[in-house]
């Protein structure tokens, strides 16, 4: 079955170090995208990519950076810049246009001790 | 610029009662609407969707329609069970082909035995 898996579920790390959060999809998607939840609030965008090897900022990059070099992963590191690094991500993928709407997976927890 | 508004929650009805849960948008040209759930630490999985003026998506007893002259997408179901108890998402595909889907903050529900 196709789908999108984020690892691991839950994720813990010191304060001060980088942390890097993976996503895999083989819905042979072109769009991948990343999303940060915190408790009680809607979805706030921070990188997004619409094809291989070209990656955009979203609305809170700061302190986040990504790569996409396989159209299946784009995964997602968390920098020691990155003030308030504890919430819940969720990665996202959908075909060019996105007009069937987005495929999301589980989500990864990041707790910063 | 292209935004999405919900009611907000939460949202607290008992078993078998009405559900309605409000949507409007701001958007130019006809994008395609989206409902999405999001049960208690899990990722968002796509409820249903309507791409033109007059759609009505359904799934699992939801429904809603797009109504492009109250430019609203509202969400109802007949009689609910306490497992629809989650956080439900309104969203929109962005103008301009970009691919990005915008999303309101979502109103949870609680449904109570």
């Known amino acids: 079955d196709g789908g999108i898996t984020q690892s691991p579920k839950y994720l813990f790390r010191k304060e001060g170090q980088n942390v890097t959060l993976s996503c895999e999809q083989n819905?042979?998607?072109?769009?991948m995208y990343w999303y940060r939840q915190d408790p009680g609030q809607g979805l706030r965008l921070i990188y997004y990519s619409q094809i291989v090897n070209d990656f955009q900022k979203g609305d809170i990059a700061e302190g986040y950076s990504v790569s996409r070099e396989k159209k299946e992963s784009f995964p997602l590191t968390v920098t020691s810049a990155q003030k308030n690094p504890t919430a819940f991500y969720l990665c996202?993928?959908?075909?060019?246009?996105?007009?069937?709407?987005?495929?999301f997976g589980s989500g990864t927890r990041l707790t910063v001790v | 610029g292209d935004s999405v508004t919900q009611m907000e929650g939460p949202v607290t009805l008992s078993e078998e009662a009405f559900l309605t849960i409000n949507c409007t948008y701001t958007a130019t040209g006809y994008p395609s609407l989206f409902w999405y759930v999001q049960y208690p630490g899990e990722g968002l999985q796509l409820l249903l969707k309507?791409?033109?003026?007059?759609d009505k998506g359904s799934n699992k007893g939801f429904e809603a329609t797009y109504r492009k002259e109250t430019t609203s997408f509202h969400l109802e179901k007949g009689s609910v069970q306490v497992s629809d108890s989650a956080v439900y998402f309104c969203?929109?595909?962005?103008?301009?082909?970009?691919?990005?889907?915008?999303f309101g903050q979502g109103t949870t529900l609680q449904v109570k035995p």
């Open positions: 309507a791409t033109k003026a007059d």
């Open positions: 996202a993928s959908s075909e060019q246009g996105a007009h069937y709407g987005y495929t």
């Open positions: 969203a929109l595909t962005r103008s301009g082909n970009t691919g990005k889907l915008i």
């Open positions: 819905l042979n998607h072109d769009a």
